[in-house]
Each structure stands twice: as C-alpha cells, then as structure tokens.
C-alpha cells in the first residue's frame, strides 16, 4: 500500500524519493514479490510532480531504457536545472506540514521594529558633527541660517 501511495515532495529531493522507492521494492523482492527493473522506473517517474513532465516525456521518446542508477542520475540533473530555472523556492514543490506548522507558530526575536515608532539611536547632527542632536536642531545651524537671511519662524509662519 506504501509503495503506490507514495508521491515525491520536494522537501527530500529527488534523488532520496528514489532511494525510496528503491528501499521498498527490494522489501517487496524479500517478499517475493519480483519488480522488473524497468517498472521500477516507469513507476518512479509517475509518481514525479508535474514539474517534470518534460522530463518525462523526453525519457518516453528516447529508445534506450534507463537503469535506476541511470534515472536517479537523469533525474538529479533536472532537478538542477529546475532549482536554476525556477530558483530555490521553485523546486521545492510542497512543504512538509509538520516543518510549516513549527515555523508558523514560531515566537523568536522579531528583526522588524516596534510599531509605536521608530527606535532612536544616537543621533549625530550633519552640520556640526557633534552627536545628542539633529541638524534642525543645531544651534549652530538656526544662527548660520539667520545670517544667510533664511529665517526658519518667517517661513512657518506663512504656511
């Protein structure tokens, strides 16, 4: 029942779906229950997501058949290009629920900042160059403004 109800999910990786596979077939075989090697193969490349299926119509028009060994080389190669293609996120097809639930109840330290405002460092002043104050607070900028005849409270005012 294991054996045709398994399908790959990208979390493992296609070459340990295979290894899978390949571990329940020879358990079948101590059964006595004998799988041609090429069967083997077609059923693994069945139970691939949809993401392969130019795959597996390339090994469908090819004549030579693949060994397992073959396949699992084939397979890792395309899931290669897929992870290029695609990008890492791409590939991984579904997520294992046990792993998505633990990181979506997750409670750790929170890298955004508070929302009551932003948290303040110590400022430095980008006129003087001293630090506990901004620009528009420098003293030594609201006198450099007046003798340049830009008088900051003439300009409020008016708005």
Request: glycine share 6%.
């Amino acid at each position: 029942m294991q054996f045709s109800s398994l399908r790959m999910t990208g979390v493992k990786g296609v070459r340990e779906h295979i290894m899978r596979m390949r571990d329940i077939a020879a358990r079948l075989k101590t059964l006595e229950v004998d799988m041609f090697e090429s069967l083997l193969v077609h059923y693994i490349l069945n139970t691939l997501p949809s993401q392969y299926a130019p795959f597996k119509i390339s090994y469908n028009t090819h004549r030579d058949k693949w060994s397992i060994n073959e396949l699992t080389t084939m397979c890792v190669q395309e899931e290669g290009r897929l992870i290029m293609e695609q990008g890492e996120n791409g590939v991984l097809l579904t997520v294992d629920k046990k792993k998505k639930d633990k990181r979506a109840n997750w409670k750790g330290k929170d890298k955004m900042q508070p929302q009551g405002g932003i948290m303040k460092k110590e400022s430095k002043c980008f006129f003087c160059k001293k630090k506990g104050h901004m620009k528009n607070d420098c003293i030594k900028f609201q006198q450099w403004l007046q003798k340049k005849g830009y008088d900051k409270s003439a300009e409020t005012s008016g708005k």
